[in-house]
């Protein structure tokens, strides 16, 4: 998961409109927990997609093509 309840914003149900309404509306009047909220976002954002992450990642999808050890999915 990309989002932790709670940590990094708010997970509900497919379909249950009330506790998207119901989040949506604790982070319009609760500015320290958007702020919160925010900021632990941005942090996992750049922990695992940072440009470093990202160049690393590449790089070894690369080498394992070149080495012929990379696997297709279909």
């Known amino acids: 998961e990309q989002v932790t309840d709670g940590e990094n ?18 982070l319009l009047l609760d500015d320290s927990l958007r702020q919160r909220l925010g900021g632990n976002g941005a942090e996992r954002a ?10 690393d ?5 690369l080498s394992d093509i070149l080495a012929g050890t990379a696997c297709s999915k279909p």
């Open 9 to 26: 914003g708010f997970l509900a149900a497919v379909g249950d409109s009330e506790a998207m309404a119901a989040a949506a509306e604790r």
């Open 46 to 55: 750049i922990k695992y997609y940072g440009l470093n992450q990202m160049t």
């Open 57 to 61: 990642a590449y790089l070894r999808v």
